[in-house]
């Protein structure tokens, strides 16, 4: 199956700094990616969408200003977590999918961020 | 907002047995996908399901679709601890263009 991969794998990070978290679609052209926040022993929350070219689509809740998304080609795509907090200790999860009929197309996610905040 | 409730949330079984997961909503989805998801990283796509009804095998997993596309359930014959594992439902709703993912089952398979 295709391949996503997300950089860096672990980040510690003091309060108040900025990171950035790269996802690349590594064997095909992804259209759309996809920002997720997962803490532990839940699901995953969808925190964004992004389409290559345009601003990023924010779930209801999640600061855009905090969590800036870059799709500046259709193989990456970035979150910076500007400011960062301890509570914005979590994995975060990227992944992509093709272009064509969106139902159709299957999305292939990355390994995860685990970032922690000190 | 669609919700996709799993149940249970957490299943701790020994080798050999069987176990059925399910995936509940009170809205209708277009398709169905289960995942797998390990300890620290991302999930992997195990089976996606689309018309109402379907039915779909993958080695030991065997994967349904409800007639009225508004529930799924995943039966694992004979587990192994190879199975051990957070397993999430996900669904694309109506016109919804994204997934909405369920709450998550954690199983873990002892020896």
């Known amino acids: 199956g295709a391949v996503v991969s997300q950089h860096p794998s672990r980040v510690i990070c003091k309060s108040g700094t900025s990171v950035k978290i790269e996802c690349r679609s590594l064997?095909?052209?992804?259209?759309?990616m996809f920002w997720y926040r997962q803490f532990p022993k839940q699901s995953l929350m969808l925190m964004a969408t992004s389409n290559e070219g345009s601003k990023a689509t924010y779930e209801q809740g999640v600061e855009k200003d905090k969590f800036l998304i870059n799709h500046a080609s259709l193989t990456l795509s970035t979150l910076t977590v500007t400011s960062a907090h301890p509570e914005d200790s979590s994995f975060y999860i990227c992944s992509a999918r093709a272009g064509g009929l969106w139902y159709q197309e299957t999305q292939y996610f990355g390994p995860g961020t685990r970032l922690l905040v000190l | 907002t669609q919700l996709l409730e799993q149940s249970p949330q957490f299943l701790s079984i020994q080798e050999g047995e069987n176990l059925t997961v399910y995936c509940n909503s009170s809205s209708v989805f277009s398709s169905l996908q289960w995942y797998r998801q390990e300890p620290g990283e991302g999930p992997v796509l195990l089976v996606t399901v689309v018309t109402g009804g379907e039915v779909k095998k993958l080695k030991r997993l065997t994967f349904q679709f409800g007639d009225a596309r508004k529930d799924s359930s995943l039966h694992i014959t004979a587990a192994q601890p190879g199975d051990t594992g957070l397993y999430l439902c996900a669904g694309y709703g109506g016109t919804a263009s994204k997934l909405t993912f369920g709450t998550g089952t954690r199983l873990q398979v002892t020896l």
């Open positions: 064997d095909f052209q992804a259209t759309t």
